[in-house]
C-alpha cells in the first residue's frame, strides 16, 4: 500500500508565512513608535520638569502589562538619577499605599485609563497632594482627566492580528518611558560616572570606580630588585612573584626602572654577559608605570597601547607601591 504523501503544511506555519507575521509586527511597531515623536509637545516638557522637581520618589504603577512595562520603566528611572520605585496597584489597597509620601510623584500606566486598581489610588494621590502623571490611550478617560499631565500613548493597532494582545501599545509605553527619562537625565547632567555609581556590578561600573590600588598586589607580592644584583637574582625574583617582571628600586624604594621577560628576550640577542650582568646595565629606565588612584580601565589602555603585560604602581613621590598584571585585571572583570 503506497504511503499517503506528505501534508502540506498551512501557509502560517511555512518559513514565509512566519516571516511575513514577524515582519507585520514589527511594522506596526515601529510605526507606533515612530508616531510618538509628533505627540511630544509641552505636556512631555511639563512631564520632565514635574520629575525634576520631585524631591521624593517617582512611584510608577500600572496594572498587567502596563504594570511589566512600568517595573522596567521605573529600574530605568533609577538607575539614571531620578529614584523611583514600582508599585502593585492591587497590592497598594492592601497596605502598600504606605510606601508613597508627600513629597513623591505618580506615574501611572493605564491604555484604557479606565484600569479598576490604579483610579483606586487616585483619592489616595489627591489626600497627600501627589502630583500625578498618566500614560493613557484615552486623553478622555478617568486617569487622564485626573493627571496633571497626560502623555498620550495611543495606537490605532496592535501588532497582534486578533487586535488584543498588548503589543505595539506596550512597546510605544515603554518608548515613552524611555524618553522622559533620557530627557530627565540630560537636564540632571548625568554623568557615566553617576551612572557607574548605579551600577557597580555592571562592566561599565567597574571600568569607571575601580582604581589600580583596588586591584593591585602590595607588599612582599610585588617585585623588586636591587640595581647591583645580578640578573640572575632578578630572574630568580620574577619567577618566585609570577608577574613576568620585577621592578628595580633604590634603598628608599624608589622606582629606577624595570626588567620584563621582553627585555630578558632582548638582552639573549646582544652581546651581554648573563651570568655578569647586573641589573641597572639591563634594565628599561624609567619604564612604564601607573599611579594607585589611575582608574584600572587606564592600566587595561596602558598594557593594550605599548604592548606590555605588566606595570609596576608608582606613587607620586616615585616610591614602588604595587605591581599588577592583565591577569589581576581580568580577575577584577575590568578587561
Do not use: W, Y
Not at 511555512?14 to 511630544?40: M, N, P, Q
Not at 512611584?59 to 520603566?73: A, D, E
Not at 606595570?311 to 580577575?331: E, K, M, Q, T, Y
Request: glycine letters at 10%.
Amino acid at each position: 500500500m503506497n504511503a499517503a504523501p506528505d501534508a502540506v503544511p498551512p501557509p502560517a506555519t511555512t518559513d514565509d508565512g512566519l516571516l511575513t507575521a514577524g515582519r507585520r509586527a514589527l511594522r506596526i511597531e515601529a510605526t507606533a513608535v515612530e508616531s510618538l515623536l509628533k505627540r511630544l509637545d509641552a505636556r512631555f516638557a511639563a512631564a520632565c520638569r514635574l520629575c525634576l522637581a520631585c524631591t521624593g520618589r517617582i512611584v510608577v504603577t500600572g496594572m498587567g502589562k502596563s504594570g511589566h512595562v512600568g517595573g522596567k520603566i521605573a529600574a530605568t528611572l533609577a538607575s539614571t538619577g531620578s529614584p523611583s520605585f514600582f508599585l502593585h496597584p492591587a497590592e497598594a489597597s492592601h497596605g502598600d499605599l504606605g510606601m508613597i509620601t508627600r513629597t513623591d510623584l505618580a506615574l501611572a500606566i493605564s491604555n484604557s485609563g479606565e484600569t479598576p486598581e490604579v483610579l483606586t489610588l487616585l483619592p489616595h494621590l489627591s489626600r497627600l497632594g501627589v502630583p500625578l502623571i498618566a500614560m493613557t490611550g484615552n486623553p478622555g478617560s478617568t486617569l487622564a482627566r485626573a493627571a496633571a499631565v497626560n502623555l498620550d500613548i495611543s495606537v490605532p493597532e496592535e501588532a497582534c492580528p486578533l487586535n488584543l494582545a498588548p503589543t505595539a501599545s506596550t512597546t510605544v509605553t515603554l518608548a515613552m518611558g524611555d524618553a522622559l527619562a533620557v530627557a530627565v537625565l540630560d537636564a540632571r547632567g548625568f554623568t557615566e560616572q553617576d551612572f557607574a555609581r548605579s551600577h557597580p556590578g555592571g562592566t561599565l561600573g567597574r571600568r569607571l570606580l575601580l582604581h589600580v590600588e583596588d586591584v593591585m598586589r602590595k607588599g612582599d607580592d610585588v617585585p623588586r630588585t636591587a640595581p647591583d644584583a645580578f640578573l640572575k637574582e632578578g630572574l630568580v625574583e620574577m619567577s618566585r612573584k609570577g608577574l613576568g617582571m620585577t621592578v628595580i628600586v633604590d634603598g628608599t624604594g624608589r622606582s629606577l626602572g624595570v626588567f620584563t621577560d621582553g627585555d630578558l628576550r632582548r638582552i639573549l640577542d646582544q652581546p651581554v654577559d648573563v651570568r655578569a650582568a647586573r641589573m641597572a646595565e639591563v634594565m628599561t629606565a624609567p619604564g612604564k608605570s601607573i599611579g594607585p588612584r589611575e582608574l584600572a580601565a587606564e592600566a587595561v589602555h596602558l598594557m593594550e597601547l605599548h604592548r606590555i603585560t605588566a606595570l609596576p604602581v608608582i606613587d607620586a613621590a616615585g616610591r614602588v607601591v604595587g605591581a599588577l598584571n592583565v591577569h589581576d585585571l581580568l580577575r577584577a572583570g575590568v578587561m
